[in-house]
């Protein structure tokens, strides 16, 4: 397994990383959760750069119980990763890629198009792929090798995924394309002084040994290794280097060279596996600290919910108390205020109806004495044009035509006066009973102010059968039977 170093988008290491050792911890706001776990991830990176799984291992888990808390998915996602990546290491398949798969999943979930996350689901990709290829299933890695590479729109250059797409290429017999794409990331790294370098040059090692070129896959992992001495980094290469050097000096014939490191290979893989290593003996006694620490944390909680339920259910009570008192009091105080307006309203409505009703009558007499005095200066003018008729007839037509004009106006003005007082009388009579005519309005408001039909064949001119008649077709244009009187019926309108 080829440790994973954390991929950013310059393809380079975070500055927390470069300035581990130079950081102390007492430099860390304990206070600070977020800056706690940034800490903690970075220290168990570096540590596992390093070779110091078991430190690794109690950071980053140290860093899973407080990612949880702050509920952070952008950190639980890195975690959950390197904790894969760790179980990976130490051959432990499920435990490894059930992590991996989490890490990728939650990262699909919370991805956007310019988010940071993308950078992070890189590294998922490219941890399964590395997953898959120490596996041998290559097929399977290039696939999400590929998917590194779709995740950014646009062509920037992944060493550390073209390095591991010619290895799989390598492996697949791809040779020519495989040499293509590790020396194109070795360029880039070179450039940047990554420490994927020492990877990029164990697996051209492993291309030279491929195409029977010794010599110069010896100096591959020679300087592989050197890298891996100086820098103290992917540690995790340097038994297998050691071992491919050692059967490289077998074959030229170097066979005390190869029993020096062939032995190095062997304690080197000792101390980072072998089971008498206190890193493998604290390793597993990690997650049991981790779980126990859950357990005791969960018992707080519970006993702290409880609690406070207890409080809560207490002034729950006390708060339906309040609420059912306050309630109760603006309720009858509603009820009360409502019967008392509703009282007064009620009185103040039938004040103004009697109001209006006495209003409405006095209106109506002094229509009816209108109406009266109408008729008698009628009768009158009626004398007098008889007189002028007899004694200056050639003045009769003049006469004549002005007392029809002044009968219509006063008519018209009549009809005002009514209308003024009955507001709603025309208007409700014609659309209960819109086939009545003008002339039989006439005889409905008469009818309204209680005129007699003697009364109203003086006001219309017009004989009292023709009264009786006209009354007769509105009768029967209302649809009034011989039981209903046509004097309440219009009067109640």
């Known amino acids: 397994m080829v440790a994973q170093e954390k991929q950013y988008p310059s393809h380079t290491y975070s500055s927390s990383y470069l300035n581990f ?13 977020i800056t706690r776990v940034k800490w903690l991830i970075d220290q168990s990176d570096m540590n596992r750069y390093s070779g110091n799984y078991d430190i690794a291992f109690d950071s980053i888990w140290e860093a899973l119980f407080i990612a949880k808390q702050l509920k952070n998915d952008e950190y639980l996602i890195e975690i959950y990763r390197d904790i894969g990546i760790l179980y990976d290491i130490y051959n432990k398949d499920s435990l490894a890629i059930a992590n991996l798969q989490r890490a990728l999943y939650m990262s699909k979930k919370i991805v956007t198009p310019n988010s940071n996350v993308k950078d992070q689901m890189v590294s998922n990709y490219f941890s399964i792929a590395t997953f898959w290829r120490d596996r041998k299933e290559y097929e399977q890695a290039l696939l999400y090798l590929d998917s590194c590479k779709t995740i950014y729109n646009d062509s920037r250059e992944l060493p550390y995924v073209l390095t591991d797409q010619g290895f799989c290429n390598l492996q697949l017999g791809n040779i020519l394309k495989a040499e293509k794409q590790l020396y194109r990331a070795r360029t880039f790294l070179e450039k940047n002084n990554a420490p994927y370098m020492a990877v990029n040059l164990s697996f051209t090692g492993d291309l030279k040994k491929e195409q029977y070129q010794y010599d110069s896959a010896l100096a591959y992992y020679i300087q592989s290794l050197e890298i891996v001495n100086n820098s103290n980094v992917h540690t995790e290469l340097k038994s297998d280097l050691q071992q491919k050097i050692s059967d490289l000096y077998i074959i030229n014939g170097k066979l005390k060279k190869a029993i020096n490191y062939l032995k190095a290979s062997k304690t080197s893989n000792s101390q980072l596996f ?11 006694e990690i997650k049991n600290k981790y779980k126990a620490k859950l357990e005791e944390n969960k018992e707080t909680i519970a006993q702290q919910e409880f609690m406070i339920e207890q409080k809560n259910e ?6 339906i108390i309040f609420i059912t008192t306050l309630v109760s009091i603006i309720g009858a105080y509603v009820f009360f205020y409502q019967r008392s307006k509703i009282k007064r309203l009620s009185l103040i409505s039938e004040h103004e109806i009697e109001k209006n009703k006495a209003v409405l009558e006095v209106k109506n007499k002094e229509l009816t004495n209108y109406v009266i005095k109408m008729v008698e200066m009628k009768d009158i003018v009626d004398f007098l044009i008889t007189i002028v008729k007899t004694k200056a007839p050639k003045k009769y037509e003049e006469y004549q035509k002005k007392y029809k004009q002044v009968n219509n106006d006063a008519w018209n003005d009549f009809n005002q006066r009514f209308t003024e007082v009955n507001t709603q009388f025309y208007e409700t009579l014609c659309k209960k009973h819109p086939g009545l005519s003008s002339t039989e309005l006439k005889h409905c408001a008469l009818i309204k102010l209680n005129f007699n039909s003697h009364e109203m064949s003086g006001v219309l001119n017009i004989s009292v059968r023709s009264v009786h008649t006209s009354r007769y077709r509105i009768r029967k244009k209302m649809g009034l039977d011989s039981n209903s009187s046509l004097t309440s019926y219009i009067g109640s309108l």
């Open 274 to 284: 072998g089971a008498t290593s206190k890193h493998n003996q604290r390793l597993f």
């Open 21 to 33: 050792k130079q950081k102390p911890e007492d430099d860390i706001l304990i206070n600070d959760s």
């Open 314 to 319: 207490e002034l729950s009570r006390i708060f």
